[in-house]
């Protein structure tokens, strides 16, 4: 008899579990934007802009770090 009962509480556990991640599927579909939305919100252009402005300032960043180290 009690052997049944824990079976039926891990049931019990799996069916709510799976029940919330139903949710946490819904719940990201309506909010998050999909894979497609997302790349056209991000234009080449603008990415390819944004990768030479990073460029830039690392190299300004790496020659004052090295600057300051070669100090003699």
Do not use: C, H
């Amino acid at each position: 008899m009690k052997k049944s009962n824990t079976i039926d509480l891990k049931i019990e556990y799996i069916r709510t579990d799976v029940d919330e991640v139903k949710e946490d599927i819904k719940y990201i579909k309506e909010n998050f934007l999909t894979r497609r939305e997302f790349n056209e919100s991000f234009s080449p252009i603008r990415n390819g802009f944004f990768g030479l402005i990073m460029l830039v300032v690392t190299g300004f960043l790496g020659a004052i770090i090295n600057f300051f180290i070669r100090q003699p």
